[in-house]
């Protein structure tokens, strides 16, 4: 697991402890859920200036510059609705 992996999924049953680890693919998705939401949104405006965490933060970049920040957060409100947000070749889109 990577830095940048969502945190695993941990269950009890029984005495026995299962640990799931999530793959995270969906670029956008800066909580870790497995889609673009309101919450992320509003995680990837807060991860930008610094007062929360964001354990999928590399999913938040979705314009494909290198750093989380306000135009990010545009282009998933842009998505939410179902438009698609105008991002640069090579970038791999949200949702």
Known sequence: MDDFSPPPEVSVSNGLVA???????????????????????????GYSLGVSAAFCWRYGDINCDGVIEASDAL????FL???EAALPGG?????
């Open 75 to 78: 282009a998933m409100l842009d």
């Open 81 to 83: 609705p179902g438009i």
């Open 19 to 45: 640990v799931k680890y999530v793959p995270q693919t969906i670029s956008g998705d800066v909580n870790c859920d497995g889609k673009v939401t309101p919450s992320d949104v509003i995680q990837a405006l």
């Open 91 to 95: 970038c791999p889109g949200t949702g």
